[in-house]
């Protein structure tokens, strides 16, 4: 799968989580992440950067999330959360 599509699958993830995702002009940088906003949980994404860093960000912030083994994702997509996992120290 490439970049483009792993990272529109990423945000149909996101969707399911119920979480909100924003692309912001961040500089073009590697900015954004994860936060919580009141009751809301928000995903910030630089739309400057480029797919791949864009990937990277969505990426990392999905891996930290609860359920996704309750949600079928895709095996290829699945591997690469299960990389980016912060207890796996790989990403």
């Known amino acids: ?3 483009e599509a792993g990272l529109t699958e990423l945000l149909k993830l996101a969707d ?3 979480i909100e995702v924003r692309f912001v002009a961040l500089g073009g940088g ?6 919580r906003l009141k009751d809301k949980k928000l995903l910030l994404v630089d739309s ?3 797919t791949v860093s864009r990937y990277e960000t969505v990426l990392g912030a999905l891996a ?3 359920g996704l ?6 095996p290829s997509l699945r591997e690469e959360l299960d990389r980016a ?5 790989t990403f």
Do not use: H, S, T
């Open 85 to 89: 996992r912060p207890d796996r120290g």
């Open 69 to 74: 083994d309750q949600i079928y994702i895709l």
């Open 48 to 50: 400057q950067a480029d």
């Open 16 to 18: 399911q989580l119920a």
């Open 30 to 35: 590697e900015g954004g992440g994860f936060c």
């Open 64 to 66: 930290q999330q609860d």
């Open 1 to 3: 799968m490439d970049v």
